[in-house]
C-alpha cells in the first residue's frame, strides 16, 4: 500500500486542529505530521504520527528529543525538510540525526530536493544530498526518501510526471547501487485533490508527503481516497 504523509508544519490554530479532528478516521497507510504543541491531541484518536523533525537527545531549548517522542509512543520523523535545511541544518547535521534516529530505533523520512536554479543539475545535488544525509549508514530498513523539489514546495508548481517519475529512478537506482538497498520513494511540493490523480498514476512512486493540503480535512480525505483507489 502506497503511504500519504500529511506534513502541518506550524499551519494550524486550536480551532482548525478541533474542525480536523472531529470525525475523521484515517487509514493505516497515513501518517500525519502536526505541530508538536498538538500532538496529544492526535495521540488521543489514535493516529499514526511522525515528527517534522528531531534533536539528539541532548539538551537545547525549543527542541523535542528521540527518548520524549518515543515516550508517547511516536517514533517516526521527517527530517532534513527544505525549511529546515533553510534554517541551519546541513547534510551532516542531518547524518547524525539519521545515525541517531536508526539507533533510537525510529523510522526516517528523509527529504531532498532541488531548488529552482539547481533544477539543470537536479541529479548532482540529490546525489550530494543522499550522499552526505547516508553517510556511513548500514541500516535502511526504516529509511524512506521523500523527493521534495523545493521550487514546488508551497507554490502550486509541480514537475512533469516524467520529471517525477526519473528522479525517484535516480534516488533508487543510486540508493541499490552504493547501499544495496530498495528504498522507498515518496513524492512530496504542491499536492492537492486536483492533482493527486495524475501524480498518482506514476509507477515507481511509493506515496506522497502532503503539506498545506493535509490541514484541510476534505482535502487530505479526497487525496487519501485517490491514493488508495
Ligand atoms: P506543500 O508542502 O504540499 O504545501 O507544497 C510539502 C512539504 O513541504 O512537505
Known amino acids: 500500500m502506497k503511504l500519504v504523509v500529511g506534513n502541518q508544519k506550524n499551519y494550524m490554530s486550536l480551532k482548525d486542529v478541533s474542525l480536523f479532528l472531529k470525525d475523521i478516521k484515517l487509514n493505516d497507510n497515513v501518517i500525519i505530521c502536526p505541530s508538536n504543541i498538538y500532538i496529544p491531541f492526535y495521540l488521543k484518536r ?16 525549543g527542541e523535542i528529543t528521540f527518548s520524549q ?25 542531518i547524518n547524525c540525526k539519521i545515525k541517531e534516529a536508526i539507533e533510537n530505533d525510529f523510522k526516517i523520512i528523509l527529504c531532498v530536493g532541488e531548488t529552482e536554479d539547481e533544477m539543470n ?19 535502511f530498513e526504516n529509511i524512506i526518501i521523500a523527493y521534495e523539489p ?5 507554490t502550486g508548481k509541480i514537475p512533469s510526471n516524467n520529471d517525477i517519475y526519473e528522479s525517484i ?22 499536492v492537492n485533490s486536483e492533482n493527486i490523480k495524475e501524480i ?8 506522497v508527503l502532503v503539506g498545506k493540503a493535509s490541514t484541510n480535512i476534505d482535502e487530505f480525505l479526497k487525496i487519501i481516497e485517490v491514493v488508495n483507489s
Open 121 to 139: 543539475e537536479k541529479e548532482i545535488v540529490l546525489k550530494k544530498e543522499l550522499e552526505e544525509c547516508l553517510k556511513d549508514v548500514t541500516n
Open 69 to 93: 517522542a518515543k515516550s508517547l509512543g511516536i517514533n517516526t520523523t521527517i527530517l532534513g525538510h527544505s525549511e529546515r535545511r533553510s534554517l541551519y541544518e546541513t547534510n551532516e547535521i
Open 169 to 190: 529512478k535516480y534516488i533508487k537506482d543510486l540508493t541499490n547501487s552504493i547501499y544495496n538497498t530498495e528504498i522507498k520513494v515518496l513524492y512530496g511540493g504542491s
Open 46 to 61: 489514535g493516529f499514526k504520527l511522525a515528527t517534522q523533525n528531531i534533536c539528539e537527545n541532548k539538551t537545547i531549548t
Open 150 to 154: 523545493i521550487w514546488a514546495i508551497g
Open 200 to 207: 498518482n498514476q506514476i509507477e515507481n512512486l511509493d506515496g
